[in-house]
């Protein structure tokens, strides 16, 4: 008895359909499973037919996926993602946020519908355009309602946009990448939010009884971010030598529900931060509620080695370091104020002190003196003007 041989992978044929479309129909296996498919692909020809057919052969003797060019966007967002991305040298935390806004932001709206083959910078534009022009509430009849979506968040989208559309290029599903064509969003700059020097006291003060009291000291005492001061660990603490320090390694943040910490995306991140007496202090305190935490755990006590942690020793999430500081806002009076506010009170108080600006970029751990600059140009305004009207007073009498 006669059996049907099976069919070699790539291998394919072109036939008619009767509504006269041309099918190229071949079978390959799946790089990923290892498991034998039938693809069809189509075109208008029988010669288009046979080129899609050969190229389609190409890639899966090039162990690559055979993707019609012809696939819609949205498609192709979700291989990007679990393949092109999850491969990328990203950080995890950059991988996450990609996956969320492909997923959340583009594959949600109508350009996710256009095929790879035909998507145009202007469809691009009327992208981004229906971002910025979505209202945060569809029903406020504001004349000029407050926008859904930041600044930020659609030069993100822009940006995640970008590098699906190149993955596609460079796997040779289209010819050229038409975001590349339209000029990426403006991020406009809101100013940071400080406190003044009695408002931080009050802060700090209102924190006082609360399991993180020494972080927010710590903070606010040396600009630290949030997940930075929580990836310390003791090995990075000197506090008995002449000039007590920290060294910031790493940053801590939770990723796919776990708490990690990874290397900062910068050298510059990586720093050493001198101490000032109180944020000794704190530390020391920190210690000693810490040594008191491990007597009461006992046996349930996890060592990790942080500086901050839960009452049996784990890493401390950073959302509960953030609800500190919100109760302690509100105790104190103060509005809209997060961890953040604290790091951006310490630049400022350093900068108004007369602290040069690049000395305060590098214990912050911005990666050039130009984003401190742009980030607190509210004081480095303020000092070009005193530095003026220093210069005023010492040449004296007008000459005008």
Not at 82 to 100: C, F, G, M
């Amino acid at each position: 008895m006669s059996r049907t041989r099976a069919a070699a992978n790539g291998e394919g044929s072109i036939y008619k359909r009767a509504d006269g479309k041309w099918v190229a129909a071949l079978v390959v296996e799946d790089p990923e499973t290892g498991k034998r498919r039938r693809r069809v692909l189509y075109g208008k020809t029988r010669t288009e037919a046979r080129h899609k057919l050969r190229e389609a052969q190409d890639r899966a003797d090039d162990g690559l996926p055979i993707t019609d060019k012809r696939a819609e966007l949205g498609g192709w967002i979700d291989r990007w993602v679990t393949t092109t991305l999850e491969a990328s040298d990203r950080k995890q935390s950059t991988k996450d946020l990609y996956a969320t806004v492909a997923r959340r932001y583009i594959a949600t709206d109508p350009i996710a519908h256009r095929t790879l083959d035909r998507l145009k910078p202007s469809d691009v534009e009327a992208f981004l355009l229906r971002m910025r022009n979505t209202p945060k509430d569809p029903e406020s009849e504001d004349a000029d309602p407050i926008p859904k979506y930041s600044s930020s968040t659609i030069r993100t989208t822009y940006t995640v946009l970008r590098a699906i559309r190149d993955g596609a290029k460079r796997d040779g599903l289209i010819a050229r990448n038409p975001v590349e064509a339209v000029k990426r969003p403006a991020v406009e700059r809101v100013e940071a939010r400080y406190l003044t020097i009695p408002e931080a006291r009050a802060l700090m003060h209102a924190s006082k009884g609360s399991r993180y009291h020494h972080a927010v000291v710590l903070i606010a005492h040396t600009g630290l971010r949030r997940g930075e001061a929580l990836a310390l660990r003791w090995d990075d603490v000197d506090l008995d030598t002449d000039n007590p320090a920290i060294r910031v390694r790493g940053t801590l943040a939770r990723s796919r529900g776990r708490l990690t910490v990874t290397t900062p995306k910068t050298t510059q991140s990586i720093r050493t931060v001198p101490l000032a007496p109180d944020a000794v202090d704190a530390l020391r305190a920190q210690r000693t509620a810490q040594k008191r935490d491990r007597l009461r755990a006992a046996n349930i006590w996890t060592d990790t080695g942080y500086v901050f942690t839960t009452a049996t020793g784990e890493p401390v999430d950073p959302r509960n370091l953030y609800r500190v500081v919100q109760v302690a806002a509100t105790a104190a009076g103060l509005e809209h104020v997060g961890v953040h506010a604290l790091r951006h009170t310490a630049a400022t108080l350093m900068l108004e002190g007369g602290v040069n600006i690049k000395a305060v970029s590098a214990l912050l751990g911005h990666s050039s003196v130009a984003i401190t600059g742009d980030v607190y140009a509210h004081v480095t305004d303020d000092t070009a003007r005193a530095a003026m009207a220093t210069l005023g007073g010492a040449l004296g009498e007008r000459t005008a």
